[in-house]
């Protein structure tokens, strides 16, 4: 049987199954395949960041180093520390008024673009979570309405089912004597013939 003859086949409940499963695996899919690409390109361009990076910091180039950090923005450390030169860089230039709320506010600058990061990576995941919780309960559901389904089939087609008994399961008892019961004064196990009663009288 042709997926074609299989679908035609279908009621409409099983059809809505088979799409709402569909559905949810092509979603799945996608955001799965997305995730995988977009932490591709953020691993190349990490490795790509990191040593220029590096090179310009020992240099003292800020400069440099933050227009890199702008031109790398797929990269997650690019734009971590990109966003925290940002904010150091003005204080750099007179060290000396450098203050512990300055250092504070660099520090909630890396952590606020660090949860940025964090939620876009996280984009998506709840939908992953969701389907893989409900999705066996959905073809659990589809199994049983199909089981219901065959078992209706059955008994309208005139099958075994409740409304028609095994003949197996209650045999029928004959009322027919057996051939070994040849005298009416004896006891069969099929049937039981009473003894007549004596019309003669008694002999004292």
């Known amino acids: 049987m042709s997926y074609a003859e299989l679908w035609s086949s279908m009621g409409p409940f099983a059809k809505g199954i088979v799409v709402v499963m569909f559905i949810m695996s092509a979603w799945s899919w996608a955001v799965s395949i997305s995730k995988q690409i977009y932490l591709r390109k953020s691993q190349k361009e990490t490795r790509k960041f990191a040593p220029e990076f590096s090179r310009y910091l020992q240099e003292e180039q ?38 512990a709320a300055d250092i504070n506010s660099a520090e909630r600058a890396v952590e606020r673009q660090m949860l940025i ?64 019961c040849s005298s009416r004064f004896r006891r069969c196990g099929c049937t039981t013939i009473s003894r007549p009663r004596s019309t003669s009288s008694r002999w004292k």
Request: proline share 6%; charged share 20%.
């Open 62 to 99: 800020l400069d440099g180093a933050i227009a890199l950090a702008e031109k790398n923005k797929k990269s997650h450390v690019a734009r971590v520390l990109g966003e925290a030169l940002a904010e150091v860089k003005p204080l750099l230039r007179d060290r000396a008024t450098i203050t």
């Open 117 to 180: 990061i964090t939620a876009e990576l996280k984009r998506g995941l709840g939908i992953l979570a969701t389907t893989g919780a409900t999705a066996p309960f959905v073809g659990l559901l589809g199994t049983t309405m199909g089981i219901v389904t065959a078992f209706q089939g059955m008994s309208a087609s005139g099958g075994w089912g409740p409304s028609r008994p095994s003949r197996a399961a209650s045999p029928k008892r004959s009322s027919r004597p057996r051939s070994g």
